[in-house]
């Protein structure tokens, strides 16, 4: 045991006088990942935690960190955590979905390696298996500039990160069941803010003993409040009491500086705002974000209040909240807040050159995709969504992992550029495309819900949105110069949005709705970008060698030990194993490097 515990010891420093040498900064991160009761809307209920925290905790990093974390899965069920905007750069290996990378098995733990290569801003991790994010195990993401680099507006006083979002008494694995069995999740319960249930701002409305968000501030200083909208399906308008909020970034991209009382931030969108604390604090200031396009008589209670508390307050928040905007069902009021988002072009980010010395209004288009989205239908007799007709069908081996060890048969390339006219169907249909290529996608809503999309390895522009139909005409509306660049859009109801995307990381990325309930029934899909110069450890990382292996390829994987929290097979020996783990992978990262 001695000399095991003094050879760990000798790689340890081995390890750490490799990355003293590595030209970008390590982060570690060690998360247990498990259930724990909590009652954020007054219902004992169980949430998931990282270590023992719900919302999980904030990462804090700088462009160009190298970050490893240990994900220990405490659960009962198989987990995946993926990292909402990080582009991880030809490295799609790391991205937490299915179509790269095998579950982490209850009681097991693996560890994620990645850098947040030429980035900056507001993101969030989640569990993407499952509908687990329904239950939480989510958390912020925040990338700083590095000092060289200038910030277009002047240091803020602090920075405060806000999770919002819809929330059921439900379990997620009840909330499951639901879609399964063809119905749908109704309405739900409440709206939390970082987690917790709303301020007792009216007794009828809410009951007493539910536990509320306080954030405390000092008179005439300046926050960064980042906003994630974390929650299940539903759009939320957000707004502070008496306050104004100045747009600054979305998602990675620095914006015009642009001032609003409320913006509709919908699911899976991230933004982040500067707050001047500049009133006379005669009371506490209600923090709101309210239910869009519903009835708001009937979803009175789906309302998230927390408090703005000044350390010279002279008294509790009360009164009424602050109004929304006065479209119950119109939703032009919120295109039009869209539309007005413009990146700045002038301000570098990451780098020092300007935002805008990507001119991607100039650029060829080398493929047009529109993707369709109807209302659920039925497929051999079971609920399901779609997009242009396909309703996307998981492979039991990871898609990257089958290319790799040259596995057939396990998807298509046969994912059609225009909607095509026919009966539904369920099949692992992926976009085909190449490294360096320039698409042009576009999103057609033809629901009656607003949907949000998202792409993982890319930040896309967002160059157009409008009613109707899309057609090639459309394109004559397109913002050709300052569409604000982010990972995640959202689409009207009975409308189209247009993104542009430049193709320079190789690998399988994952395009998908974040309203977890659709796409838990089928609406997403892949986009391979292979490389026909480069290929493997060229363009594109090579795979770790922690990787897990399941479907086809399940006979090549090595047992582990289960050693979860929750595990009764945890053993005094779990540490040296998981550290070992650890600087196996740190290593191998290093020579990556």
């Known amino acids: 045991m001695a000399a095991a515990a003094a050879a760990l010891l000798a790689f340890v420093a081995v390890a750490g006088a490799l990355v003293a040498q590595a030209t970008d900064p390590y982060v570690f991160f060690d998360w247990d990942v498990s259930f724990i009761t909590a009652s954020p809307l007054g219902l004992p209920q169980k949430v998931i935690a990282i270590n023992k925290q719900f919302p999980g905790p904030v990462m804090n990093l700088t462009t160009n960190y190298n970050v490893v974390v240990n994900v220990l899965n405490s659960l009962d069920e198989p987990l995946l955590i993926t990292w909402d905007g990080i582009q991880q750069r030809k490295n799609c290996w790391q991205d937490g979905v299915l179509g790269t990378t095998c579950s982490i098995p209850p009681g097991w733990n693996w560890t994620y390696n990645f850098q947040v290569k030429d980035q900056i801003g507001s993101f969030f991790y989640f569990p993407p298996l499952s509908l687990q994010r329904a239950a939480g195990g989510f958390g912020g993401i925040t990338v700083n500039n590095r000092a060289v680099i200038s910030v277009p507006f002047d240091t803020p006083d602090g920075d405060i990160t806000l999770f919002i979002g819809d929330w059921y008494k439900k379990s997620h694995t009840d909330l ?45 200083k300046t926050y960064r409040f980042r906003v994630h909208n974390v929650g299940i399906s539903t759009s939320l308008n957000f707004r502070i009491q008496n306050h104004n909020l100045a747009l600054v970034e979305t998602e990675g991209s620095y914006t015009m500086k642009q001032n609003f009382t409320n913006l509709d931030i919908h699911v899976g969108q991230s933004y982040s705002f500067l707050i001047t604390m500049d009133q006379n604090a005669s009371s506490d200031y209600y923090i709101v974000a309210s239910a869009r396009f519903v009835n708001e008589s009937l979803w009175t209670k789906v309302t998230g209040v927390a408090i703005l508390q000044y350390s010279n307050s002279k008294g509790k928040a009360s009164g009424p909240l602050p109004d929304p905007p006065n479209d119950e069902y119109d939703k032009t009021f919120s295109m039009n807040q869209a539309r007005s988002i413009r990146m700045n072009v002038s301000t570098g980010a990451a780098r020092p050159n300007p935002q805008g010395s990507f001119h991607y209004g100039s650029i060829n288009v080398s493929q047009v995709y529109k993707l369709r989205n109807e209302p659920p239908v039925t497929i051999n007799g079971k609920k399901r969504t779609t997009l242009s007709g396909i309703s ?43 490294y360096k290529n320039f698409l042009e996608i576009v999103f057609q809503n033809n629901d009656t819900k607003v949907q949000t999309y998202h792409i993982d390895g890319y930040a896309f522009w967002v160059v157009g949105m409008d009613y109707g139909e899309w057609t090639e005409n459309s394109r004559g509306t397109y913002n050709k110069w300052d569409g604000v660049s982010r990972c995640t859009t959202q689409v009207f109801p009975g409308a189209w949005t247009a993104v542009m995307l430049s193709l320079d990381s190789p690998g399988f990325w994952n395009v998908r709705t974040e309203n977890l309930d659709t796409w838990y029934l089928g609406q997403e899909t892949y986009i391979r970008v292979v490389d026909p110069d480069g290929g493997y450890n060229v363009t594109e990382m090579v795979a770790p060698d922690n990787m897990l292996y399941c479907g086809l390829l399940k006979d090549k994987q090595k047992a582990q030990k289960p050693h979860g929290s929750s595990s009764s097979s945890s053993s005094a020996a779990s540490p040296n194993r998981y550290w070992l783990a650890v600087v196996v992978s740190l290593v191998a990262a290093v020579f990556v490097q």
């Not at 998981?394 to 046969?414: F, H, I, Q, S, W």
């Open 176 to 220: 499951r069941k639901m879609l399964d069995d063809g119905k749908e999740l109704g309405m739900p319960d409440g709206v939390l803010m970082n987690g917790k249930g709303p301020y007792r701002y009216n007794d009828s409305l809410v009951p007493a003993g539910i536990e509320h968000e306080t954030i405390k501030v000092e008179p005439g």
């Open 392 to 434: 996307f069908s998981p492979p039991d081996t990871p898609m990257r992992l089958a290319d790799l060890y040259d596995k057939k048969g396990v998807y298509t390339l046969d994912f059609p550029t225009m909607p095509i006219d026919g009966p539904p169907v369920m099949k692992t249909s992926v976009i085909n495309s190449t």
